[in-house]
Structure formats: structure tokens, C-alpha cells
């Protein structure tokens, strides 16, 4: 379990703007810090000073104005890192990322079930990208099975395996976190990210910080209900959108149906995780196959109600979609979802939302696990 769940919702601190803020825009002078993030521009020397301190922050050339010329800052690059660690049915995802953003290294191997095996993974990938370990962190550890606990034995032995603290997160949340730490989203800016691997769910960012609940329980999209009197899911109610509409269910009709297995290479019982096989339902609807666009485009039309739900509920104007399915199929879902909001957005709502697919979505829990180690040393002023 991240150490800031069941916490009660809390204000960045100085610290945490003043560092999302030249993250976000990768330099800034003090002015301009106080202009982005709201603080007095003596908060905000005093802030500069101790980061500076810190090294985190160095002080790079001058900007030239009307009047003095300021002083530009941006993140040094090699002063902390943090590793993220991806779990999910086939493969673990090893990312490394630094404090601006950037991937710096990356590799997959075969799904992993033991701390140790995992430790020995990440000890290749900090070796290989030749940074200075002693700068790394922690690492973060997102288990993709979100109806299945991570195993605490598990997390005590990666922690054993490399000295280093092990921050856990579910998938959806960490994507989130990772599509704002990647694409250097504005602090200020609130988005949803949807997110669909074997099942569907979401991450909720509001001013650059997850939205969390009681527990670990927000932003589980795929048990909004679309079907009042719908089938049961496996969390007990009835009607989810991920028992009609996710990657599964998709999968299932496929199957049950002669022509659209013949369409998607799919054997009569299942022989794969769900997400590989919904992969290949999803590259037989791109290349024309009737029936597997069908049965994506009847799923889409799910999923767009629920994120209309969601938009609706949040106010947000930005919508991404992430996660190796939505990535295989974002050419049904993201119109699909777009031209749904787009209904009443500019005429009842005068808003519009943007609906994109994450650049990163193979990676964005991996990068946003470690992200959320990173953000974590931010705390304090």
C-alpha cells in the first residue's frame, strides 16, 4: 500500500510547486515561478535557495528583459533517480527515471513472481544505464492484478534485495501519474486517465497529485454500472462496465463466436492473458475484419457513456487513454469517447475536452511508479 493512502486530501507544499512547476516548463526564473505557482516571490527565494542547497536546482544562463536580467533555473538531471516496477501477467517493465521527467533507461523481462528475481532485474538495469546508484531512491512496485493484493513477502524481499525503500501502487493510478510526469503537464492542469490492460480502470489527477480515497479504491472505472439488471461482476455488484465492456468480456464474445475467432487467430478456450488476446482482436478489427470491429465498436460505446460519467462528475477537459489495450484499440475507443462528450460539451457545458492517447502507455506505470517515489522526497517545505 503508497504510504499517502487513507490520508486526507493535502496542499503541495512550496517545495513540491516550485519543482513540478520547472519540471513542467524545464526552466524558469524566479519571477516566473511566482507567476505559475501562486507563491510570493519570497516564499519562492527562499524555496530556490534551499533546493539550490540541495542540488537539486542549478541556475543555467540568464534571460534578457526590460529591465535586469533574470536568473533561469532548471532541474539537475542526474541528482536523483528512481526505479519503477511493472507487473502483469506475461512481462515486468523496469523503467528509470529521473526527477525531469525523462525515461533514462528501460527493459522488459518475462513476468516475475519473487523478490529476488526482481532485484537482480533492477540491479541489470541501474548497472546498464551507468548512473550512480547511490542517487537512486527507491523504487516503486505496481501489481497489475487489481483484484489480487500485492504480496507483502514479495515487497519485504525486493526491499532486502536492492537496500532501497519499495512504494506500491495500482496500475491505472501510477499511469496517471506517469502520462503528467512524461508529458510535463502543467501542474495546474486535472485530467483523468483511463486505463485498460486485462481490465479497466483509471487515475484521477488533480493539481499534479493523484486523487485517492479511503483506501486504494478510486478510480475504479470499470465498476461504474451501465447495466442496471447487467450481469455479475467479480467484485459482486452487477451491471460493470469491465464485466460488459472490458477486455474480457470482448475477448469472450469473440471466442463464443466461430467467424470472429476465425477473424482474430483465437482458439476455441482461452490460450493467452486476456490482454494479448484482445491484442489480436484489436489488430484484426484495424485491418478490416467486420466482426472484431463490431464487437469494439459495441464495447466503445460503453466505455464513452462511463467517461462522459466520469468528465461529468470531475469537470475535466482532459481525458487520456493508456494501458497496452487502449493502445491496441485507441482508433475505436478515442472517437468513440470524443464524439460522445462532444454532444453538450460546447453547448450545455461551454467547455471542450480533449480526448488523447498516452505517447507512453506501454511504460506510463512503470514511469509513474517511480515518479510518485520522486514526488514522495519532495515532501516539505
Given at each position: 500500500m503508497s504510504e499517502t493512502e487513507g490520508a486526507p486530501p493535502r496542499r503541495p507544499s512550496a517545495r513540491?510547486?516550485?519543482?513540478?512547476?520547472?519540471?513542467?516548463?524545464?526552466?524558469?526564473?524566479?519571477?516566473?515561478?511566482a507567476a505559475v505557482t501562486g507563491l510570493t516571490e519570497a516564499s519562492v527565494s527562499t524555496t530556490v535557495r534551499r533546493l539550490l542547497s540541495d542540488g537539486l536546482v542549478v541556475e543555467t544562463g540568464r534571460t534578457p528583459t526590460a529591465g535586469k536580467p533574470r536568473t533561469l533555473l532548471r532541474l539537475d538531471p542526474g541528482a536523483r533517480f528512481a526505479v519503477g516496477?511493472?507487473?502483469d501477467a506475461t512481462t515486468t517493465t523496469l523503467v528509470l527515471t529521473g526527477q525531469t521527467g525523462g525515461v533514462i533507461s528501460r527493459t522488459a523481462r518475462p513476468a516475475r513472481t519473487s523478490g529476488a528475481e526482481l532485484s537482480a532485474?533492477?540491479?541489470?538495469?541501474?548497472?546498464?544505464?551507468g548512473v550512480d546508484g547511490r542517487r537512486c531512491l527507491g523504487l516503486?512496485?505496481?501489481?497489475?492484478?487489481?483484484?489480487?493484493?500485492v504480496p507483502a513477502e514479495l515487497v519485504a524481499e525486493l526491499a532486502r534485495g536492492t537496500g532501497r525503500p519499495v512504494l506500491v501502487e495500482n496500475d491505472a493510478t501510477a499511469a496517471a501519474v506517469g502520462e503528467y510526469w512524461v508529458a510535463r503537464l502543467d501542474s495546474r492542469r486535472s485530467f483523468i486517465a483511463l486505463y485498460m490492460g486485462s481490465g479497466i480502470g483509471s487515475g484521477i489527477v488533480l493539481d499534479g497529485r493523484p486523487l485517492r480515497g479511503r483506501g486504494p479504491g478510486a478510480g475504479e472505472f470499470g465498476h461504474v454500472c451501465v447495466?442496471?439488471?447487467?450481469?455479475?461482476?467479480?467484485?459482486?455488484?452487477?451491471?460493470?462496465?469491465?464485466v460488459l465492456a472490458g477486455p474480457a468480456a470482448v475477448v469472450g464474445r469473440a471466442r463464443a463466436d466461430a467467424t470472429t475467432r476465425a477473424e482474430a487467430g483465437l482458439t476455441a478456450s482461452p490460450a493467452s492473458p486476456v490482454a494479448l488476446e484482445f491484442a489480436a482482436v484489436a489488430r484484426a478489427a484495424r485491418t478490416g475484419a467486420p466482426g472484431c470491429r463490431a464487437l469494439l465498436e459495441d464495447?466503445?460505446?460503453?466505455?464513452?457513456?462511463?467517461?462522459?460519467?466520469?468528465?461529468?462528475?470531475?469537470?475535466?477537459?482532459?481525458?487520456?487513454?493508456?494501458?497496452?489495450?487502449?493502445?491496441?484499440?485507441?482508433?475505436?475507443?478515442?472517437?468513440?469517447?470524443?464524439?460522445?462528450?462532444?454532444?453538450a460539451d460546447a453547448r450545455t457545458w461551454h467547455r471542450e475536452v480533449t480526448v488523447t492517447v498516452s505517447s507512453a502507455a506501454a511504460t506510463a506505470s512503470a514511469t509513474g511508479a517511480a515518479a510518485l517515489v520522486l514526488q514522495q522526497h519532495n515532501l516539505g517545505d
Open positions: 513540491e510547486r516550485v519543482l513540478d512547476a520547472i519540471r513542467a516548463h524545464e526552466q524558469l526564473s524566479r519571477v516566473e515561478l516496477v511493472h507487473v532485474d533492477v540491479a541489470l538495469l541501474l548497472d546498464a544505464s516503486g512496485l505496481v501489481w497489475a492484478e487489481r483484484s489480487t493484493a447495466q442496471v439488471d447487467g450481469p455479475r461482476c467479480w467484485c459482486g455488484a452487477r451491471g460493470c462496465l469491465e464495447s466503445a460505446r460503453l466505455v464513452a457513456a462511463a467517461a462522459e460519467s466520469a468528465v461529468n462528475l470531475l469537470d475535466v477537459d482532459l481525458v487520456v487513454l493508456t494501458g497496452p489495450s487502449f493502445a491496441a484499440s485507441a482508433s475505436v475507443y478515442g472517437p468513440a469517447i470524443t464524439d460522445r462528450l462532444s454532444a
